[in-house]
T-cell receptor, first 116, second 115 residues
Framework: AQSVTQLGSHVSVSEGALVLLRCNYS??????LFWYVQYPNQGLQLLLK??????LVKGINGFEAEFKKSETSFHLTKPSAHMSDAAEYFC??????????????FGKGTTLSVSS | EAEVAQSPRYKITEKSQAVAFWCDPI?????LYWYRQILGQGPELLVQ????????DSQLPKDRFSAERLKGVDSTLKIQPAELGDSAMYLC?????????????FGQGTRLTVV
């Protein structure tokens, strides 16, 4: 079975400060890991994903995440927060099987607030 | 740019009534997912289709929920009868194949309120 734990349901930062959103996963098979962003009353948009290869992955809007197998973590970072980054962020995992039955399993989400 | 279309965007219904949601995936996407997102929570899978076949409906409350994708293209999710606890955002997503190999694209969702 797979699961995702997002540490901290709410993170507040100042504009220009470092953003760090934490995600730990549990998986008995090699995982594929994702970060999605959701704005109010909208669907989810993919920020970045890790499948295989380079463990540091870069996504849209200046976000990046590093896959650390030894720590079972996939934390999301951005060097300098912008007001437009305020949103809900979800970490998700799926198995690396490539088969049809590989739906995403999401964490409970972290709300990011950015103050000026 | 291709999008996953969902309708309606918002729905208010009385408990014990029937309600249906529609999803049109991105053209050519064989895999379609319905997720339920309760306020303040992450999305949870209800049902997954590969073409017209159900791949996973283990979390679908089958006594009141049903889903179909008759021609392997668009899909309908139905609730009958609706209960107060069904109030949530219902998200549809599609991908070329399983999300292990291809990105899942999400629609804007249907916000259901049961009164």
């Amino acid at each position: 079975a797979q699961s995702v734990t997002q540490l901290g349901s709410h993170v507040s930062v100042s504009e220009g400060a470092l953003v760090l959103l934490r995600c730990n996963y549990s998986s008995s098979v090699p995982p594929y890991l994702f970060w999605y962003v959701q704005y109010p009353n909208q669907g989810l948009q993919l920020l970045l994903k890790y499948t295989t290869g380079a463990t540091l992955v870069k996504g849209i809007n200046g976000f990046e995440a590093e896959f650390k197998k030894s720590e079972t973590s996939f934390h999301l970072t951005k060097p300098s927060a912008h007001m437009s980054d305020a949103a809900e962020y979800f970490c998700a995992v799926t198995s690396a099987s490539g088969q049809a039955g590989t739906a995403l399993i999401f964490g409970k989400g972290t709300t990011l607030s950015v103050s000026s | 740019e291709a999008e996953v279309a969902q309708s309606p965007r918002y729905k208010i219904t009385e408990k014990s009534q029937a309600v249906a949601f529609w999803c049109d995936p991105i053209s050519g996407h064989a895999t379609l997912y319905w997720y339920r997102q309760i306020l303040g929570q992450g999305p949870e899978l209800l049902v997954q289709f590969q073409d017209e076949s159900v791949v996973d409906d283990s979390q679908l409350p089958k006594d009141r929920f049903s889903a179909e994708r008759l021609k392997g293209v668009d899909s309908t999710l139905k609730i009958q009868p609706a209960e107060l606890g069904d109030s949530a955002m219902y998200l549809c997503a599609s991908s070329l194949a399983g999300t292990g190999v291809s990105e899942a694209f999400f629609g804007q969702g249907t916000r259901l309120t049961v009164v």
